[in-house]
């Protein structure tokens, strides 16, 4: 059974920095990807970035290209982080991470199979 946890979550002014963790069990095939997904109240959820394994492709979305930074951990490669920095208003959201086992790289950032319990972020102004 495949289970993502995301967390590292809080509130944080507008231009800080936050770390989301997201830690995978279950994985159990050698490709695969997982993403950081986000949903604000009242929008539409929104496919933030993904990184590939094994050869740790990353995807952005423009929203937040130049300012959230994807990574695996070196010594997990099960645990993704997403770095975010000079974060705004509209980053405000419920933070969800996810994995496929598809490889279509074009898709990462619309969907994706498994799925965890998310983390809120909050930014203030």
């Known amino acids: 059974e495949v289970q993502l946890q995301a967390s590292g979550g809080g509130l944080v002014q507008a231009g800080g920095t936050l770390k989301l963790s997201c830690k995978a069990s279950?994985?159990?095939?050698?490709?695969?990807?997982i993403g950081w997904f986000r949903q604000a109240p009242g929008k539409k959820r929104e496919g933030v970035s993904a990184?590939?394994?094994?050869?740790?492709?990353?995807?952005y979305a423009d929203s937040v290209k130049g300012r959230f930074t994807v990574s695996r951990d070196r010594y997990d490669e099960f645990t993704v982080y997403l770095q975010m920095h000079s974060v705004n208003l509209d980053d405000t959201a419920v933070y969800y991470c996810?994995?496929?086992?598809?490889?279509?790289?074009?898709?990462?950032?619309?969907?994706?199979?498994?799925w965890g319990k998310g983390t809120q972020v909050t930014v203030s102004s």
């Open positions: 996810a994995a496929t086992y598809s490889e279509d790289g074009s898709r990462y950032l619309d969907e994706m199979y498994y």
């Open positions: 990184i590939s394994y094994p050869d740790d492709t990353t995807y």
């Open positions: 279950g994985l159990t095939f050698g490709e695969y990807a």
